[in-house]
């Protein structure tokens, strides 16, 4: 006879995950989960608040540290497991979403987004207690990890989400199939992935692309990179990050290092301090331009996110990108908060309509300072005004004066906030020390005071050049400032009087030029830059730029414009006809290989009635017999009958109709399977309300 106490064929409890009786799979599965949440928090890091990092940390020891010891224990009565209860529970998420929510009025709803599904699916995790709990968790899962692409798509990280989805998918496919172990999943998981990749290439190339129906609101602040305001030494904190700030590949000839002044924004506003772009900048007409093919193009750059509008190009360079607007300052934005990678084709072009005039708002913009500030520059600057009166000549003199003075090239400049709105003469006379932003404002400044046309312009100087690639890699340390002065017959002409104190800036790298402070360039003790002195793993690094690039390159600006370009030059037509036999076929292909991967993978899986009907009462009792397969139907229905008293009518009514139909050849008829839906309808009622009473 069956009973409950030390029957290896029933459990007493829904929650009691710990028993000897339970399969090894169950066993360990909290343990499982919560160091897969663990590691999902780990993927997540840098898109998680902080204090929201350390409650889930805490949810997750909390109940590790229960599960553990409910499994170490599981023979005695343990003392130490106490499960969060769940008004206690509902507390929490209360708390936590009135945290986030006002989180969301500072750092957008994207982020507050991704937090809270976090939070919910520890505490789903957390208030688990049986298998269908803990399958919504896993799949909780799959969306969180998929949110991770919204703010990395870098090849590094698709490793790691895939890696985890990995292992998502096996724990899934385990607790959801009784004949299958971890090996047996993983085996099962892995042939549908390769099975799955040929679709999933054939798919992505060939589909349309379509724009998506719903658009996800930005962040509010930049992550990293240039801001629209300069003040001195703001361009030397940001060469303390490695990050990368965007590739360029030459599609010809790559221009000399000391060319690459990738200009970002320019800044015709002084209020004193601090320089920005001019008001009458935000509402410019765009310019026209000649038209280009992408083959046609001098360059291509793979853009990483930077939260702001402001691109990067060559001085003359444009593109015709239909998100990207080319603009009469000779720079380029994008029409919105570059969220994304991007990929753009630039042309460069020698003509520019502003060579020969400004306009009157141009010419104000570019000669207006701040009245009785910085009175010993000014002085200075009337002194070799006087001796040079020719534009260029006075240019080339103020240039020269950095080279004569005993100036030097820090990064640790000393601060000049104690100089308030004369910081310029603190430089020029006291300090004599800064960064490139202290040599272009003091450069522009008294080009201002000489009456010439004159603008701060901040972007990108050089870059790391891969020879076998033939490409560019630009990190966040190549920022750079210089000036430009309007000379008439030329239009706005570079002078960057950085080049006169450090000329190792202008043709090398920034460690280069500063050797003994290169340890407080990339700031990140992981970024391999840091190392780059170590031949393997500068070979690493570089190896995986390459990986990385090629990743950018075709896979992640794989767009409508490439998708057409490819398959006109594989199938020699025009685009949309093209297109259209190309997804006529693979659709074709798709069902083909579905069908055959449902027949080869379903075909043992048909279950007669009565097995489906056992399958059903399992589901209904997930807490009896979950360890036994080889059980009869009558030993199961026993099990039923003992556990819960009360289903012994519809218990003996579904036994006689199963062993009339396996042992009496009884023919199974409709009105008898409704009959038995009913039964087990009945079943699973008495189920619910046995839980109520718990």
């Not at 160091?35 to 997540?44: H, V, W």
């Not at 520890?122 to 919204?150: C, E, P, S, Y």
């Not at 801001?227 to 303390?240: F, K, N, P, Q, Y």
């Not at 025009?574 to 080869?600: C, D, M, N, P, Y």
Request: proline share 4%; net charge positive; hydrophobic share 45%.
């Amino acid at each position: 006879m069956l009973t409950n106490k030390g029957n290896p064929l029933l459990t007493n409890s829904t929650s009691d995950y710990s028993s000897a009786n339970i399969h090894h799979i169950f066993k360990h599965l909290p343990i499982q989960i919560a160091t897969l949440l663990a590691l999902i928090t780990l993927s997540l890091f840098s898109s998680l608040y902080l204090w929201v990092i350390a409650v889930v940390l805490l949810l997750l020891t909390w109940q590790s540290q229960a599960w553990l010891a409910k499994a170490i224990n599981s023979n005695k009565e343990n003392q130490l497991y106490h499960p969060l209860q769940k008004w206690l529970q509902n507390v929490l998420a209360l708390s936590v979403t009135a945290l986030i929510a006002v989180e969301a009025i500072e750092k957008g709803m994207l982020a507050s987004m991704v937090n809270l599904l976090f939070v919910a699916t520890t505490l789903k995790f957390v208030g688990a207690t049986q298998r269908k709990d803990h399958n919504i968790v896993l799949v909780l899962n799959v969306f969180l990890l998929a949110t991770g692409f919204l703010f990395n798509q870098s090849i590094g990280y698709f490793i790691v989400i895939a890696t985890l989805l990995f292992c998502n998918f096996i724990l899934l496919a385990s607790i959801n199939s009784r004949a299958l172990t971890i090996k047996e999943a993983s085996s099962l998981i892995m042939k549908l992935v390769l099975l799955g990749l040929p679709i999933a290439a054939l798919l992505f190339v060939g589909f349309p692309r379509l724009a998506p129906l719903w658009k996800l609101p930005n962040q509010q602040h930049a992550s990293t990179g240039l801001s629209d305001t300069v003040e001195m030494g703001s361009i030397a904190e940001l060469t303390r990050s490695g990050k990368l700030a965007f590739r360029a590949q030459f599609l010809k000839q790559s221009p000399l290092p000391q060319d690459l002044y990738w200009r970002t924004m320019i800044h015709e506003r002084y209020d004193g301090k601090r320089w920005s772009i001019a008001p009458f900048r935000t509402n410019q007409s765009l310019i026209n331009m000649p038209a280009f093919a992408n083959e046609d193009a001098d360059y291509v750059i793979t853009y990483e996110p930077s939260f702001t509008k402001f691109l990067p190009v060559i001085d003359g360079g444009y593109t015709r990108h239909s998100s990207i607007l080319s603009l009469p300052s000779r720079t380029v934005e994008h029409k919105e908060l570059v969220t994304q990678k991007i990929q753009y084709y630039v042309k460069q072009f020698d003509e520019h309509p502003d060579k020969f005039s400004l306009t009157p708002e141009e010419v104000h913009a570019n000669l207006t300072l701040p009245k009785f500030i910085n009175p010993k520059t000014r002085e200075l600057t009337k002194e070799l005004r006087l001796q040079s009166p020719d534009t260029e000549q006075f240019a080339q003199h103020v240039m020269n004066l950095f080279s004569q003075k005993p100036f030097a090239y820090t990064l640790k400049p000393p601060l000049l906030v104690s100089y308030g709105n004369n910081q310029i003469d603190g430089f020029m006379f006291e300090t004599k020390a800064g960064f490139c932003a202290h040599y272009a404002s003091a450069f522009t400044f008294m080009m201002r005071l000489a009456g010439i046309p004159s603008r701060l312009v901040t972007g990108y100087l050089g870059g790391e050049y891969n020879q076998t690639q033939n490409y560019y890699s630009v990190y966040q340390f190549d920022a750079h400032a210089w000036a430009e002065i309007w000379i008439r017959g030329k239009g706005w002409t570079r002078y960057d009087p950085t080049s006169m104190v450090a000329p190792e800036r202008i043709l090398n790298s920034l460690q280069n030029a500063l050797p003994s402070e290169s340890s407080s360039i990339a700031s990140n003790s992981f970024s391999l830059i840091n190392y780059r002195q170590y031949a393997f793993i500068n070979w690493l690094r570089i190896s995986m730029n390459n990986v990385d690039f090629y990743w950018s390159r075709w896979i992640l600006s794989f767009d409508a414009k490439s998708q057409n370009n490819l398959l006109e030059m594989l199938f020699n037509n025009k685009g949309s006809i093209a297109r259209a036999i190309f997804v006529g076929i693979g659709l074709t292909v798709v069902l083909i290989v579905g069908f055959i991967f449902s027949r080869f993978f379903f075909a043992n899986r048909q279950q007669s009635p009565v097995q489906l009907w056992i399958e059903d009462i399992r589901k209904i009792f997930p807490d009896l017999l979950v360890s036994q397969l080889n059980i009869t139907p009558n030993q199961l229905l026993a099990a039923v009958e003992l556990a819960h008293p009360c289903t012994k009518p519809q218990v003996l009514e579904l036994k006689g109709i199963i062993n009339s139909i396996l042992y009496k050849n009884v023919r199974l008829t409709a009105s008898t399977q409704r009959r038995v839906k009913r039964l087990i309808q009945v079943l699973k009622r008495q189920q619910k309300k046995t839980e109520m009473k718990k």
